[in-house]
Protein backbone atom coordinates (compact mmCIF):
# COMPACT_ATOMS: atom_id res chain seq x y z
CA UNK A 1 0.00 0.00 0.00
CA UNK A 2 0.98 3.45 -0.70
CA UNK A 3 2.12 5.60 2.42
CA UNK A 4 0.58 8.85 3.01
CA UNK A 5 2.60 11.51 1.93
CA UNK A 6 3.47 14.22 5.35
CA UNK A 7 1.58 17.56 5.09
CA UNK A 8 3.71 20.71 5.87
CA UNK A 9 2.52 24.40 6.11
CA UNK A 10 3.20 27.07 3.82
CA UNK A 11 2.98 30.45 4.86
CA UNK A 12 1.78 32.80 2.01
CA UNK A 13 0.75 36.54 1.11
CA UNK A 14 -2.85 37.58 1.42
CA UNK A 15 -3.26 41.13 0.96
CA UNK A 16 -5.87 41.87 2.82
CA UNK A 17 -7.90 45.74 2.87
CA UNK A 18 -4.65 47.06 0.89
CA UNK A 19 -2.30 45.78 2.85
CA UNK A 20 0.05 43.10 3.02
CA UNK A 21 -0.87 39.84 5.26
CA UNK A 22 0.18 36.36 5.55
CA UNK A 23 -1.89 33.38 5.50
CA UNK A 24 -1.47 29.56 5.86
CA UNK A 25 -1.48 26.95 3.05
CA UNK A 26 -0.42 23.05 2.73
CA UNK A 27 1.32 20.98 0.36
CA UNK A 28 2.12 17.59 0.48
CA UNK A 29 5.92 16.39 0.46
CA UNK A 30 6.08 13.07 -1.72
CA UNK A 31 8.48 10.78 -0.98
CA UNK A 32 11.60 9.85 -3.70
CA UNK A 33 10.92 6.61 -4.79
CA UNK A 34 13.95 4.02 -5.07
CA UNK A 35 16.03 3.43 -8.03
CA UNK A 36 14.21 0.57 -9.38
CA UNK A 37 10.94 1.77 -8.14
CA UNK A 38 11.89 5.00 -10.15
CA UNK A 39 13.14 2.97 -13.32
CA UNK A 40 9.73 0.80 -13.16
CA UNK A 41 7.62 4.12 -12.67
CA UNK A 42 9.25 5.62 -15.60
CA UNK A 43 8.89 2.30 -17.64
CA UNK A 44 5.02 2.72 -16.73
CA UNK A 45 4.52 6.34 -17.53
CA UNK A 46 5.84 5.91 -21.41
CA UNK A 47 3.79 2.73 -22.20
CA UNK A 48 0.69 4.90 -20.65
CA UNK A 49 1.18 7.86 -22.34
CA UNK A 50 1.12 5.83 -25.40
CA UNK A 51 -1.58 3.67 -24.63
CA UNK A 52 -3.91 6.49 -23.69
CA UNK A 53 -2.99 8.76 -26.73
CA UNK A 54 -1.90 11.42 -23.95
CA UNK A 55 1.01 14.20 -23.83
CA UNK A 56 3.14 15.22 -20.87
CA UNK A 57 3.46 19.07 -20.75
CA UNK A 58 5.86 19.89 -17.66
CA UNK A 59 7.28 23.16 -16.19
CA UNK A 60 10.30 23.70 -15.81
CA UNK A 61 10.43 23.71 -11.89
CA UNK A 62 9.26 20.13 -11.22
CA UNK A 63 11.08 17.41 -10.93
CA UNK A 64 13.81 16.65 -13.64
CA UNK A 65 12.35 13.30 -14.01
CA UNK A 66 8.83 14.42 -14.96
CA UNK A 67 10.94 17.20 -17.63
CA UNK A 68 13.19 14.44 -19.17
CA UNK A 69 10.16 12.39 -19.87
CA UNK A 70 8.03 15.23 -21.11
CA UNK A 71 10.65 15.49 -24.11
CA UNK A 72 11.15 12.13 -24.64
CA UNK A 73 7.95 11.28 -24.75
CA UNK A 74 7.04 13.96 -27.49
CA UNK A 75 5.96 16.60 -25.10
CA UNK A 76 7.00 19.86 -23.72
CA UNK A 77 8.87 20.99 -21.43
CA UNK A 78 8.40 24.57 -20.91
CA UNK A 79 6.85 27.87 -19.21
CA UNK A 80 3.05 27.51 -18.21
CA UNK A 81 1.86 29.61 -20.94
CA UNK A 82 3.79 27.40 -24.01
CA UNK A 83 2.32 24.54 -22.20
CA UNK A 84 -0.46 25.29 -22.56
CA UNK A 85 -0.36 26.86 -26.21
CA UNK A 86 1.94 23.34 -27.18
CA UNK A 87 -1.08 21.45 -25.77
CA UNK A 88 -3.38 23.64 -27.76
CA UNK A 89 -1.75 22.76 -31.13
CA UNK A 90 -0.97 19.15 -30.05
CA UNK A 91 -3.26 16.70 -31.70
CA UNK A 92 -3.21 14.34 -28.26
CA UNK A 93 -6.85 14.44 -27.36
CA UNK A 94 -5.75 14.14 -23.28
CA UNK A 95 -2.79 16.32 -22.10
CA UNK A 96 -1.71 15.53 -18.62
CA UNK A 97 0.17 18.85 -16.96
CA UNK A 98 3.10 18.54 -14.59
CA UNK A 99 2.84 21.66 -12.90
CA UNK A 100 0.57 23.96 -10.82
CA UNK A 101 -3.38 24.19 -10.72
CA UNK A 102 -3.77 27.67 -12.60
CA UNK A 103 -1.48 25.70 -15.17
CA UNK A 104 -4.00 22.94 -16.09
CA UNK A 105 -6.69 25.81 -16.04
CA UNK A 106 -5.16 28.07 -18.42
CA UNK A 107 -4.82 24.74 -20.60
CA UNK A 108 -8.45 23.95 -20.36
CA UNK A 109 -9.31 27.52 -21.18
CA UNK A 110 -7.34 27.59 -24.60
CA UNK A 111 -8.12 23.40 -25.31
CA UNK A 112 -11.67 23.84 -23.94
CA UNK A 113 -11.99 20.62 -25.72
CA UNK A 114 -9.48 18.09 -24.39
CA UNK A 115 -9.14 16.11 -21.22
CA UNK A 116 -6.67 17.93 -19.12
CA UNK A 117 -5.00 15.75 -16.01
CA UNK A 118 -2.88 16.65 -13.43
CA UNK A 119 -0.59 14.62 -11.13
CA UNK A 120 -1.88 16.42 -7.85
CA UNK A 121 -5.33 19.04 -8.37
CA UNK A 122 -4.41 20.46 -4.53
CA UNK A 123 -0.80 21.96 -6.11
CA UNK A 124 -1.37 25.65 -6.11
CA UNK A 125 0.34 28.39 -6.15
CA UNK A 126 0.83 31.49 -3.55
CA UNK A 127 0.23 33.91 -6.12
CA UNK A 128 -3.27 32.33 -6.96
CA UNK A 129 -3.90 31.76 -3.61
CA UNK A 130 -3.88 35.32 -2.68
CA UNK A 131 -5.54 36.89 -4.81
CA UNK A 132 -9.31 34.88 -4.48
CA UNK A 133 -11.49 36.14 -7.46
CA UNK A 134 -14.06 37.50 -5.08
CA UNK A 135 -11.60 39.95 -3.26
CA UNK A 136 -10.02 40.98 -6.57
CA UNK A 137 -13.74 41.45 -7.98
CA UNK A 138 -14.01 43.70 -5.31
CA UNK A 139 -10.89 45.57 -5.35
CA UNK A 140 -11.71 45.88 -9.54
CA UNK A 141 -14.92 47.31 -8.86
CA UNK A 142 -13.33 50.29 -6.61
CA UNK A 143 -11.14 51.62 -9.70
CA UNK A 144 -13.69 51.14 -12.39
CA UNK A 145 -11.73 54.02 -14.07
CA UNK A 146 -8.56 51.41 -14.08
CA UNK A 147 -7.25 48.83 -16.74
CA UNK A 148 -6.82 45.07 -15.36
CA UNK A 149 -3.86 43.24 -15.74
CA UNK A 150 -3.24 40.24 -14.26
CA UNK A 151 -0.48 37.93 -14.41
CA UNK A 152 -0.48 34.64 -15.52
CA UNK A 153 -0.03 33.23 -12.21
CA UNK A 154 -4.13 33.86 -11.30
CA UNK A 155 -6.81 31.26 -11.48
CA UNK A 156 -9.30 31.36 -14.18
CA UNK A 157 -12.06 33.27 -12.38
CA UNK A 158 -9.47 35.95 -12.49
CA UNK A 159 -8.16 35.77 -15.66
CA UNK A 160 -12.08 36.06 -16.67
CA UNK A 161 -12.61 39.75 -14.24
CA UNK A 162 -9.35 41.07 -16.44
CA UNK A 163 -8.71 43.24 -19.55
CA UNK A 164 -5.48 41.85 -20.40
CA UNK A 165 -3.42 39.10 -19.13
CA UNK A 166 0.44 38.90 -19.16
CA UNK A 167 3.57 36.98 -18.84
CA UNK A 168 6.90 38.51 -17.18
CA UNK A 169 8.53 39.35 -20.55
CA UNK A 170 5.67 40.69 -22.16
CA UNK A 171 4.36 42.70 -19.56
CA UNK A 172 7.02 45.49 -20.18
CA UNK A 173 5.85 46.21 -23.43
CA UNK A 174 2.26 45.32 -22.94
CA UNK A 175 2.37 48.04 -19.87
CA UNK A 176 4.13 50.73 -21.89
CA UNK A 177 1.63 50.25 -24.64
CA UNK A 178 -1.17 51.17 -22.47
CA UNK A 179 0.30 54.02 -20.72
CA UNK A 180 1.19 55.49 -24.03
CA UNK A 181 -2.73 55.58 -24.28
CA UNK A 182 -3.09 57.18 -21.38
CA UNK A 183 -4.81 54.22 -19.25
CA UNK A 184 -4.33 53.39 -15.73
CA UNK A 185 -3.72 49.75 -14.88
CA UNK A 186 -4.71 48.17 -11.84
CA UNK A 187 -2.03 45.09 -11.48
CA UNK A 188 -2.46 42.15 -9.96
CA UNK A 189 -1.04 39.75 -8.65
CA UNK A 190 2.70 39.90 -7.89
CA UNK A 191 3.69 43.50 -6.06
CA UNK A 192 7.45 42.67 -7.22
CA UNK A 193 6.73 42.11 -11.26
CA UNK A 194 4.74 44.90 -10.54
CA UNK A 195 6.90 47.65 -9.57
CA UNK A 196 9.47 46.65 -12.00
CA UNK A 197 7.03 47.58 -14.58
CA UNK A 198 5.87 50.07 -13.43
CA UNK A 199 9.53 51.40 -12.62
CA UNK A 200 10.63 50.45 -16.30
CA UNK A 201 7.44 52.10 -17.43
CA UNK A 202 6.52 55.32 -15.63
CA UNK A 203 2.80 53.92 -16.66
CA UNK A 204 0.28 54.78 -12.69
CA UNK A 205 -0.26 51.55 -11.58
CA UNK A 206 -2.20 50.23 -8.53
CA UNK A 207 -0.77 47.22 -7.25
CA UNK A 208 -2.46 43.90 -5.77
CA UNK A 209 0.01 42.78 -2.81
CA UNK A 210 0.81 39.33 -3.82
CA UNK A 211 4.27 38.28 -4.49
CA UNK A 212 5.67 34.35 -4.98
CA UNK A 213 6.70 32.52 -2.16
CA UNK A 214 9.84 31.45 -4.04
CA UNK A 215 11.18 34.57 -5.35
CA UNK A 216 9.99 36.91 -2.26
CA UNK A 217 12.40 35.24 -0.33
CA UNK A 218 15.24 36.06 -2.43
CA UNK A 219 18.27 38.23 -0.15
CA UNK A 220 19.74 41.22 -1.26
CA UNK A 221 22.25 41.38 1.02
CA UNK A 222 23.23 37.67 1.03
CA UNK A 223 23.33 37.83 -2.65
CA UNK A 224 25.68 40.92 -2.85
CA UNK A 225 27.41 38.71 -0.49
CA UNK A 226 27.88 36.12 -2.95
CA UNK A 227 28.73 38.17 -5.52
CA UNK A 228 31.98 38.82 -3.68
CA UNK A 229 32.87 35.08 -3.50
CA UNK A 230 32.48 34.46 -7.31
CA UNK A 231 33.10 37.97 -8.80
CA UNK A 232 33.20 36.80 -12.43
CA UNK A 233 29.52 34.87 -11.68
CA UNK A 234 26.65 36.69 -13.36
CA UNK A 235 23.43 36.76 -11.84
CA UNK A 236 20.14 35.84 -13.58
CA UNK A 237 17.42 36.90 -12.23
CA UNK A 238 13.38 36.46 -12.07
CA UNK A 239 11.50 39.45 -12.12
CA UNK A 240 9.48 38.12 -9.62
CA UNK A 241 11.56 38.85 -7.07
CA UNK A 242 12.53 41.94 -4.50
CA UNK A 243 13.94 44.79 -5.95
CA UNK A 244 17.38 44.52 -4.18
CA UNK A 245 17.83 41.62 -5.73
CA UNK A 246 16.36 42.56 -9.54
CA UNK A 247 19.18 45.72 -9.21
CA UNK A 248 22.32 43.14 -8.87
CA UNK A 249 21.48 41.26 -11.52
CA UNK A 250 23.27 40.94 -14.93
CA UNK A 251 19.80 39.70 -16.49
CA UNK A 252 16.15 39.85 -15.48
CA UNK A 253 13.85 37.93 -17.74
CA UNK A 254 11.54 34.87 -17.69
CA UNK A 255 12.67 31.12 -17.25
CA UNK A 256 13.02 30.64 -21.24
CA UNK A 257 15.18 34.11 -21.45
CA UNK A 258 17.28 33.21 -17.76
CA UNK A 259 17.49 29.81 -20.00
CA UNK A 260 18.93 31.08 -23.01
CA UNK A 261 21.22 33.84 -21.10
CA UNK A 262 22.59 30.50 -19.39
CA UNK A 263 23.73 29.00 -22.75
CA UNK A 264 24.53 32.03 -24.54
CA UNK A 265 26.41 34.31 -22.23
CA UNK A 266 30.37 33.90 -21.88
CA UNK A 267 30.04 33.29 -18.16
CA UNK A 268 30.88 30.13 -17.03
CA UNK A 269 29.89 30.72 -13.31
CA UNK A 270 26.01 31.92 -12.43
CA UNK A 271 24.04 32.71 -9.70
CA UNK A 272 20.09 31.81 -10.50
CA UNK A 273 17.39 33.51 -8.51
CA UNK A 274 14.58 31.01 -9.68
CA UNK A 275 13.03 28.20 -8.45
CA UNK A 276 16.30 25.44 -8.60
CA UNK A 277 13.99 23.36 -10.40
CA UNK A 278 15.25 25.21 -13.53
CA UNK A 279 18.78 24.48 -12.66
CA UNK A 280 18.11 20.91 -15.00
CA UNK A 281 16.98 22.40 -17.90
CA UNK A 282 20.38 25.23 -17.53
CA UNK A 283 22.88 21.84 -17.28
CA UNK A 284 21.67 20.36 -20.21
CA UNK A 285 21.46 23.96 -21.83
CA UNK A 286 24.89 24.64 -21.11
CA UNK A 287 27.27 21.97 -20.19
CA UNK A 288 30.53 22.42 -18.52
CA UNK A 289 28.86 26.02 -16.82
CA UNK A 290 28.72 26.13 -13.48
CA UNK A 291 25.33 27.11 -11.85
CA UNK A 292 24.89 28.37 -8.00
CA UNK A 293 21.50 29.43 -5.98
CA UNK A 294 20.99 32.89 -4.91
CA UNK A 295 20.23 33.07 -1.43
CA UNK A 296 17.18 32.77 0.30
CA UNK A 297 18.32 33.09 4.37
CA UNK A 298 20.83 34.65 6.11
CA UNK A 299 23.08 33.00 8.52
CA UNK A 300 21.65 30.16 10.82
CA UNK A 301 18.25 32.06 8.95
CA UNK A 302 15.29 29.76 8.11
CA UNK A 303 13.37 30.00 4.72
CA UNK A 304 9.63 28.79 3.79
CA UNK A 305 10.51 27.52 0.20
CA UNK A 306 14.42 27.14 0.05
CA UNK A 307 14.17 28.07 -3.68
CA UNK A 308 11.85 25.76 -4.73
CA UNK A 309 8.05 25.95 -5.05
CA UNK A 310 6.25 23.12 -2.32
CA UNK A 311 3.75 22.96 -4.83
CA UNK A 312 5.22 22.04 -7.72
CA UNK A 313 7.39 19.55 -5.49
CA UNK A 314 3.51 17.91 -5.43
CA UNK A 315 4.28 16.90 -9.00
CA UNK A 316 6.56 13.15 -8.75
CA UNK A 317 6.60 10.00 -10.61
CA UNK A 318 3.84 7.84 -8.73
CA UNK A 319 1.12 10.43 -8.81
CA UNK A 320 1.65 11.08 -12.51
CA UNK A 321 1.60 7.50 -13.34
CA UNK A 322 -1.69 6.90 -11.20
CA UNK A 323 -3.47 9.97 -13.20
CA UNK A 324 -2.28 8.15 -16.21
CA UNK A 325 -3.10 4.39 -15.00
CA UNK A 326 -6.66 6.02 -13.78
CA UNK A 327 -8.02 8.84 -15.38
CA UNK A 328 -8.55 10.97 -12.09
CA UNK A 329 -7.54 14.34 -11.27
CA UNK A 330 -9.29 15.74 -14.61
CA UNK A 331 -9.02 19.90 -14.31
CA UNK A 332 -12.59 21.29 -15.38
CA UNK A 333 -13.19 25.26 -15.68
CA UNK A 334 -16.43 26.63 -15.57
CA UNK A 335 -17.33 27.33 -19.78
CA UNK A 336 -18.61 30.66 -19.15
CA UNK A 337 -15.28 31.83 -17.33
CA UNK A 338 -13.31 30.09 -19.25
CA UNK A 339 -15.42 32.21 -22.38
CA UNK A 340 -13.94 35.65 -20.59
CA UNK A 341 -10.55 34.40 -19.53
CA UNK A 342 -9.76 33.46 -23.21
CA UNK A 343 -10.32 37.13 -24.33
CA UNK A 344 -8.03 38.03 -21.95
CA UNK A 345 -5.19 35.84 -23.15
CA UNK A 346 -5.65 35.85 -26.58
CA UNK A 347 -5.79 40.16 -26.40
CA UNK A 348 -1.97 39.30 -25.13
CA UNK A 349 -1.40 36.38 -28.04
CA UNK A 350 -2.78 39.23 -30.75
CA UNK A 351 -0.31 41.60 -28.92
CA UNK A 352 2.86 38.98 -29.50
CA UNK A 353 1.61 38.23 -33.04
CA UNK A 354 1.37 41.31 -33.84
CA UNK A 355 5.33 41.94 -32.76
CA UNK A 356 5.55 38.71 -35.10
CA UNK A 357 6.61 36.67 -31.57
CA UNK A 358 6.20 33.10 -32.78
CA UNK A 359 4.00 30.46 -31.16
CA UNK A 360 5.47 27.27 -31.59
CA UNK A 361 9.16 26.55 -29.50
CA UNK A 362 11.61 24.78 -31.93
CA UNK A 363 13.29 22.79 -29.11
CA UNK A 364 16.73 25.30 -29.68
CA UNK A 365 16.88 27.74 -26.98
CA UNK A 366 19.00 29.54 -28.65
CA UNK A 367 17.04 30.27 -31.58
CA UNK A 368 13.78 30.71 -29.31
CA UNK A 369 15.62 34.04 -27.22
CA UNK A 370 14.26 35.83 -30.27
CA UNK A 371 11.28 34.28 -30.63
CA UNK A 372 10.53 34.74 -26.92
CA UNK A 373 11.69 37.61 -26.79
CA UNK A 374 7.65 39.33 -25.95
CA UNK A 375 5.74 35.83 -25.08
CA UNK A 376 7.40 33.85 -22.40
CA UNK A 377 5.90 33.68 -18.43
CA UNK A 378 7.09 32.54 -15.40
Request: charged fraction near 25%.
Amino acid sequence: MQSIMPIKSVEYDHPKAGLSCTAQAWARAPETPSADERSELKDKIRRLLKEREAVLVAHYYVDADLQDLAEETGGCVSDSLEMARFGRDHPARTLVVAGVRFMGETAKILSPQKRILMPDLDATCSLDLGCPADEFAAFCDAHPDRTVVVYANTSAAVKARADWMVTSSIGLDIVAHLHAQGKKILWAPDRHLGGYIQKKTGADMLLWQGSCLVHDEFKGVELDLLKADYPDAKVLVHPESPANVVALADVVGSTTQLINAAQTMDATTFIVATDNGILHKMRIAAPGKHFIEAPTAGNSATCKSCAHCPWMAMNGLRNLAAVLENGNNEVFVDPEIGKLAVRSIDRMLDFAAAKKARALPTGELAQEAALFSGVGPA
